[in-house]
């Protein structure tokens, strides 16, 4: 189902009024974690301002300690669907265990399974029932060939919309957090019909390289990008170094754009 062999054309997804996969780029941005109702509107309006379609928020947080904040859970849903509200942004948020997925798309526009569930086999049929969107993130140790076959496990339960992302690979390089694989654009274009789109964020994990890396997304032909923005990144509960500061992401939503025109 996710074969380009049986659907030639490439996959458009509407959420809200934006269309992924459509004539512009996708502009995903906001904070790692939600942390309060006023935090997340006031970056709603921003990044809506400086160009980005949907909001991200993370309120299930899958997190490496069991002794790191875990995200605000349904209060964080909240808070994200308020910012809709204000701003009409469409919400894009983490889902992390099946028994969780109805809850979450009560919510959200777009439900994010993360790289550390790419293989959760139980949790990508759980939201094939859905009729949501669904952004599926590599994971950092899979092989472009599986990714795929988690999108298969997704649209076999009968849900088509399903949008892949890139978002960094281990490799033995140290000065990155991951290290974001470029070379799976152009694959899995040619592969798949499915929009592809990148998270430099993670790819990096510092914010100093996530521009460029946005560039070279958009330049390698990913569709889109999802980045961390946060107000204060070193006050921020989770991911503060990778996360872009307003200002920089107003500067890097207008290079992406730039660098789309000439794709
Ligand atoms: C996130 O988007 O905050 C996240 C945890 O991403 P990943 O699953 O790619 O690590
Ligand atoms: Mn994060």
Known sequence: LASRDFHPDNTTITVGDHVI?????????????????????????????????????????????????????????????????????????????????????????????????????????AVGRTNKAVLLKRGFANSMEEWLMSAEYVMSEGNPNVILCERGIRTFETYTRNTLDLNAIPVVQHLSHLPILVDPSHGVGNSRYVTPMARAGIASGAQGVIVEVHPNPAEAWSDGAQSLNLDQFAEMAKQVRQTHTLV
């Not at 299930?60 to 994200?80: T, V």
């Open 21 to 125: 996969g459509g004539s512009e780029p996708t502009i995903i941005a906001g904070p790692c974690s939600v942390e309060s109702l006023e935090g997340i509107i006031d970056i709603a309006h921003a990044v809506k301002k400086s160009g980005a379609q949907l909001l991200r928020g993370g309120a299930f947080k899958p997190r490496s300690s069991p002794y790191s904040f875990q995200g605000l859970g349904e209060e964080g849903l909240q808070y994200l669907a308020s910012a809709r509200e204000a701003t009409g942004l469409g919400i894009v948020s983490e889902v992390m265990e099946p028994g969780l997925v109805e809850l979450v798309a009560e919510y959200v526009d777009v439900l994010q399974i993360g790289a550390r569930n790419m293989q959760n086999f139980a949790l990508l049929k």
